[in-house]
C-alpha cells in the first residue's frame, strides 16, 4: 500500500495550471463585480466581494494538488475532520456567493473549463434575471424615522394616516414617546418620487419641528 501510494503522484502541467489559476481569478473578480451590482446584503458588499478572488485560487490550487496524489488526497480529509472554518455570515446570499466561488475554484482545478465557464455565464443571467423586477421598484423596503423633540400635535395616529395616504406596505418597526421626545420608524414601499415628496410634506405641516429620514438599505452595500 506504501509504494501504492507513493507512486500516485501526477506531474501537474505548468502551464495549464496557470491558465486555470488565472480564469479562476478572473472569474472571481467577475462573481465579485456581480455580487456588488445585484447583491441585496445589508453588510459592506463591496469589503465582502474582495475575498472572492483568493478564495476562488486558493480553491482551485487545493484541488489541483490534491487530485494528483490519492495520498494528499486521504491527507486533506483528515485536516478537514481537525480544521473548523468559523465564520460570521450574516445573510444566505453571502453563503451562496461564496459556495459559488468555491464551486469556480473546483472546477477549474479538475481541469473543467468548458462546464465551468458555461455554468458562471448561466448562474449570472439567472442572478440578473432575478434582481430586474427589484431594479425597476426603486422605492422598495423604506426605512423610515419621523422624530421630534418638540411633539407639539404630532402623534402616531396622525403620522400612520398621513403615511397610509403616500406610501404602501407600512409596518412600525419601532416607537418612542417619554415626555418630550417622540420617534416612531417604519418600513414602507413609495410609488413613485413624487409620493415621497408628498408624504414628506404633510408629514411636516403636522408639526413644523418633525425631522423626517428616508433609508434604503438595500443601497448601502454599494
Request: aromatic share 8%.
Amino acid at each position: 500500500m506504501q509504494d501504492f501510494l507513493a507512486t500516485q503522484t501526477a506531474q501537474i502541467p505548468v502551464v495549464e495550471f496557470l491558465i486555470n489559476l488565472a480564469l479562476a481569478a478572473l472569474l472571481s473578480v467577475f462573481l465579485g463585480l456581480l455580487y456588488v451590482r445585484y447583491g441585496t446584503a445589508l453588510s459592506n458588499r463591496r469589503a465582502f466581494a474582495r475575498n472572492f478572488v483568493l478564495l476562488g485560487m486558493t480553491t482551485m490550487v487545493i484541488i489541483t494538488v490534491v487530485k494528483s496524489s490519492l495520498a494528499l488526497s486521504l491527507g486533506l480529509v483528515g485536516a478537514l475532520s481537525i480544521v473548523r472554518f468559523r465564520a460570521a455570515i450574516k445573510e444566505p446570499e453571502e453563503l451562496a456567493f461564496l459556495f459559488l466561488v468555491i464551486a469556480v475554484g473546483l472546477g477549474l482545478g479538475a481541469d473543467q473549463r468548458l462546464i465551468t465557464l458555461a455554468s458562471v455565464g448561466v448562474i449570472s443571467l439567472a442572478i440578473v434575471a432575478r434582481a430586474m423586477p427589484t431594479r425597476r421598484e426603486a422605492l422598495r423596503n423604506l426605512h423610515v424615522t419621523i422624530s421630534t423633540p418638540d411633539p407639539g400635535e404630532a402623534r402616531l395616529s396622525s403620522v400612520v394616516e398621513t403615511l397610509k395616504k403616500h406610501c404602501g406596505d407600512l409596518s412600525l418597526s419601532r416607537f418612542d414617546e417619554a415626555g418630550d421626545v417622540f420617534e416612531a420608524s417604519f418600513r414602507v414601499d413609495v410609488r413613485d418620487y413624487a409620493a415621497l415628496e408628498r408624504a414628506t410634506t404633510e408629514l411636516r405641516n403636522l408639526d413644523g419641528s418633525l425631522r423626517v429620514t428616508f433609508l434604503d438599505y438595500e443601497g448601502l452595500g454599494g
